[in-house]
């Protein structure tokens, strides 16, 4: 089980929840459980989510394993230039 924050709209799209409590081995899998408990967070995962594991950002290395006790954030992506 990972404790997972969420930030920005994405907490708003999981019922307000600023943070979530998921059993996940990696982040595929941290993705796929997600979209299952809260339905309005597929879109944007399907656009792309950061995953922050203790301050490095993992932005499309969905293999990357999810160690116990690490701090996670999830943030949209920022678009632009």
Do not use: H, N
């Amino acid at each position: 089980m990972v404790e997972v924050t969420l930030w920005g709209a994405l907490g708003q799209l999981a019922g307000g929840k600023s943070k979530v409590e998921i059993e996940a081995k990696d982040i595929r899998e941290l993705f796929r459980k997600l979209a299952e408990q809260y339905p309005g967070l597929e879109p944007l995962i399907d656009r792309g989510i950061a995953v922050a594991i203790d301050g490095t950002i993992y932005r499309d290395t969905w293999s990357k394993e999810l160690p116990k006790g690490a701090e996670i954030f999830l943030l949209p992506r920022l678009a632009g230039g």
